[in-house]
């Protein structure tokens, strides 16, 4: 597969309604509400947050996103740590409708996504109960967050209408985000303020930075069901490249947007070797989902999302994973967040399975520098939940306090 040059795309105009410049807006994979779409090929309710800013130039429709933040994080206990590091996402987006004399009509996509995330180091952030992937190549992150790569998405789409209330598409990336689990916790309408990753991650939505996917995939009117070819090895430690495509994974999705306030899904993957220090094991992944969000009016609104993921790797375990988490915006310029979460994990403790929880409860008081971007202030507070012969002292818990500059 040849890496996609797409350009960031950067505008300050206000987002679009149903027309823009006489041009209809409608999703990229079909004749829905542009708002459904979410990270990768995956949905969220149509009363979801838009992807970005929103202008039109020679006939293409441009996106924008920016969301940077600079974080201070302490975990408690002998497992936790220290830090200060830079995160968040540049994202731009084109979207072109084609003439019927051009590839027959249809619609065209391209979506580029970067993050400051690699200047953090290779070791990420601490975050007790956190495990995946590794910072040398020999050894295991654990009671941290890995950084996520440079480039995070590097992909383009197709899709085609074959009647009044059908189309087909085709999605490429190198990197992209195969149809496997509920939208990236980053995009999610429930979680996209909240700059901690879910310990649920590698049991969610980990695979939205995969080097080589294709996915085909068709939409009849609410229905989506997509097919996915993809590399089932996670990123490794150098997150400033690129990484080898292998195709040797397949997941499958069914998604279903009932009305404007859910978005459902059920998702199955098999993961060919995903992990870089076990190179032997395989993984299937299991997840289903529910996301919900209603507009109170008066710039007040409320998410939330349930998901339950379950690994079942290669030596006969099955791990699962539950997440429930909602994001309240009462009023303008607020944002209340909480996440609560449980899974089994077979890393925290060696040869062991460790069942463990946290819960999180955090708020964010922005500032309107314009119509388009605000500056915020935020913190959280996680309580953590693990055995006590874990080794992570009495009371672990987790603080961050954060800034923030977005742009909506």
Same mark, same amino acid.
């Given at each position: 597969m040849k890496r996609l040059a797409v350009l960031l795309l950067v505008s300050t105009m206000p987002a679009a309604a149903d027309t823009m410049g006489g041009m209809a807006m409608h999703g990229a994979l079909g004749s829905y509400a542009m708002n459904r779409d979410s990270s990768g090929t995956s949905w969220q309710p149509d009363l979801g947050p838009a992807m970005g800013q929103m202008t039109m130039l020679d006939g293409w429709m441009l996106m924008d996103r920016v969301s940077l933040l600079g974080v201070y994080d302490y975990q408690s206990g002998p497992r936790g740590g220290e830090m200060t590091f830079p995160a968040g996402m540049i994202m731009g987006m084109a979207q072109r409708d084609l003439s019927d004399g051009l590839l027959g009509g249809g619609t065209i996509g391209l979506r580029a996504m970067l993050s400051p995330d690699p200047f953090m180091g290779r070791a990420g952030y601490p975050l007790l109960l956190g495990s995946g992937e590794t910072a040398n190549g020999t050894t295991p992150l654990l009671d941290r967050q890995h950084p996520h790569n440079l480039m995070m998405e590097l992909a383009a789409t197709y899709s085609r209408p074959i009647g009044d209330r059908t189309s087909v598409f085709l999605y490429l990336g190198d990197p992209g985000e195969p149809a496997l689990g509920p939208s990236a916790f980053m995009h999610r309408a429930s979680g996209m303020d909240d700059p901690a990753a879910p310990i649920t991650h590698h049991w969610l939505d980990s695979t939205h930075i995969t080097f080589g996917v294709a996915t085909l995939g068709i939409?009849?009117?609410?229905?989506?069901?997509?097919?996915?070819?993809?590399?089932?090895?996670?990123?490794?430690? /150098?997150?400033?490249?690129?990484?080898?495509?292998?195709?040797d994974?397949?997941?499958?999705?069914?998604? /279903?947007?009932?009305?404007?306030?859910?978005?459902?899904?059920?998702?199955?993957?098999?993961?060919?070797?995903?992990?870089?220090?076990?190179?032997?094991?395989?993984?299937?992944?299991?997840?289903?989902?529910?996301?919900?969000?209603?507009?109170?009016?008066?710039?007040?609104?409320?998410?939330?999302?349930?998901?339950?993921?379950?690994?079942?790797?290669?030596?006969?375990?099955?791990?699962?994973?539950?997440?429930?988490?909602?994001?309240?915006?009462?009023?303008?310029?607020?944002?209340?967040?909480?996440?609560?979460?449980?899974?089994?994990?077979?890393?925290?403790?060696?040869?062991?399975?460790?069942?463990?929880?946290?819960?999180?409860?955090?708020?964010?008081?922005?500032?309107?520098?314009?119509?388009?971007?605000?500056?915020?202030?935020?913190?959280? /507070?996680?309580?953590?939940?693990?055995?006590?012969?874990?080794?992570?002292?009495?009371?672990?818990?987790?603080?961050?306090?954060?800034?923030?500059?977005?742009?909506?």
């Amino acid at each position: 597969m040849k890496r996609l040059a797409v350009l960031l795309l950067v505008s300050t105009m206000p987002a679009a309604a149903d027309t823009m410049g006489g041009m209809a807006m409608h999703g990229a994979l079909g004749s829905y509400a542009m708002n459904r779409d979410s990270s990768g090929t995956s949905w969220q309710p149509d009363l979801g947050p838009a992807m970005g800013q929103m202008t039109m130039l020679d006939g293409w429709m441009l996106m924008d996103r920016v969301s940077l933040l600079g974080v201070y994080d302490y975990q408690s206990g002998p497992r936790g740590g220290e830090m200060t590091f830079p995160a968040g996402m540049i994202m731009g987006m084109a979207q072109r409708d084609l003439s019927d004399g051009l590839l027959g009509g249809g619609t065209i996509g391209l979506r580029a996504m970067l993050s400051p995330d690699p200047f953090m180091g290779r070791a990420g952030y601490p975050l007790l109960l956190g495990s995946g992937e590794t910072a040398n190549g020999t050894t295991p992150l654990l009671d941290r967050q890995h950084p996520h790569n440079l480039m995070m998405e590097l992909a383009a789409t197709y899709s085609r209408p074959i009647g009044d209330r059908t189309s087909v598409f085709l999605y490429l990336g190198d990197p992209g985000e195969p149809a496997l689990g509920p939208s990236a916790f980053m995009h999610r309408a429930s979680g996209m303020d909240d700059p901690a990753a879910p310990i649920t991650h590698h049991w969610l939505d980990s695979t939205h930075i995969t080097f080589g996917v294709a996915t085909l995939g068709i939409v009849r009117d609410d229905w989506k069901l997509e097919v996915s070819q993809f590399t089932g090895r996670e990123p490794d430690q /150098y997150r400033f490249a690129f990484n080898q495509i292998r195709m040797d994974s397949t997941a499958v999705r069914l998604s /279903y947007n009932p009305d404007e306030h859910w978005s459902l899904q059920v998702s199955w993957g098999h993961l060919n070797s995903p992990e870089q220090l076990e190179p032997q094991a395989d993984e299937r992944r299991t997840t289903a989902s529910a996301t919900y969000v209603t507009d109170f009016g008066d710039e007040s609104s409320l998410a939330a999302t349930l998901a339950w993921g379950m690994k079942s790797e290669s030596n006969g375990q099955n791990l699962n994973g539950v997440l429930a988490e909602a994001e309240l915006v009462p009023a303008d310029l607020w944002t209340i967040f909480s996440r609560a979460e449980w899974v089994e994990n077979a890393e925290l403790v060696p040869t062991q399975i460790s069942r463990v929880g946290d819960f999180t409860l955090g708020a964010i008081r922005d500032i309107r520098l314009d119509d388009h971007w605000k500056f915020g202030l935020g913190g959280l /507070y996680a309580f953590d939940f693990a055995p006590g012969h874990a080794g992570y002292g009495a009371d672990p818990h987790g603080v961050m306090g954060f800034v923030r500059l977005v742009a909506e």
